[in-house]
């Protein structure tokens, strides 16, 4: 057997040597090699920053896409917190209409809202006044007068103002604000006043509560006064078909800021299943009231706030 390390030593004998190049081309060559090698450098390193640029593109465009769809990929609607209940006089609004959150709502001198909101309380808006509904239980009251009855649902309201914020404890009341004056009406229930870290300022039912600057002042105020006016004609129509002569009474005591009694218990058991029927729309409330308790053999009568609701005697007229 051949030794292949033996034939192959015996080959390089016998080879001649290489000639050595001169050395003019051996610069040349290694010049070229070189260039060549740093071209192949420069072309991957700007492969590398245009993937790196694109990949950094990308992830802008996703982060853009997430902070500008929410999960689910369509737009979130706004919150609808109110629905128009009434509109006097003249307003862009309509009957019916939906209220979304953080809208700015405005009247002029010639037009008043009422809005209905989602627990039930009743928002009435003045002539020449804005408010933004900020969520279902707060508003922000830029000037004008709001006008709010809460109810028996509510869990309170929140009504801000540049001057502070009224909150109400299930109440009626009014807020006002003209410039740096603000003035808090209650007419039912409790409402706080309460400004930065100052102690919160309490104003109770029949209390007109007045800051001008950093001075607070308060009065009484009637719950049956002149005052409620523009808000008692804003109130929702109440439909008397079907309805109790308990529930219609006491629809308008609370409208007109009466306290209601009845002549005896047993009326005021009875009323509640006393049904009415027809319609009273268009009559103001003492008429309203007169012609639904008439169908019913029952008479009223107003005197000092008070509602009074007997039975028809003979010499009644």
Known sequence: MIDEDDSTTRLLRLADPRPVAPADRASRVRDAVHDEWRGTIRRRTVRRRIAFAVVLIAAAGTAAAVALRP??????????????????????????????????????????????????????????????????????????????????????????????????????????????????????GVVELRRGRDDPVTARAGTELTLEGKEITKRPVHRDGPEWGWAAALAPPFDIEGRSVAAFVEHLSRERGWSLRYVDAALARDASGIILHGSVAG???????????????????????????SRRRPEDP
């Open 283 to 309: 009559l103001e409330p003492e008429q309203a009231l007169a012609a639904a308790l008439a169908s019913s053999d029952l008479v009223h009568r107003v005197r000092d706030g008070e509602l009074l609701v």
């Open 71 to 188: 999960r689910g990929g369509a737009p979130a609607p706004a919150e609808v917190v109110a629905h128009v209940e009434r509109v006097d006089g003249r307003s862009p609004l309509a009957a019916g209409a939906p209220v979304p959150s953080n809208e700015w709502i405005q009247t002029d001198a010639a037009g008043r809202v009422a809005l209905r909101l989602r627990d039930g309380t009743s928002l009435r808006l003045d002539a020449q006044s804005r408010i933004r509904m900020v969520s279902p239980t707060t508003i922000e009251l830029a000037h004008g007068a709001v006008y709010v009855d809460s109810g028996h649902e509510s869990a309170g309201f929140e009504v801000r103002t540049a001057l502070g914020t009224a909150r109400d404890i299930g109440t009626q009341f009014e807020t006002s604000m003209t410039g740096d004056s603000l003035r808090i009406r209650v007419r039912t």
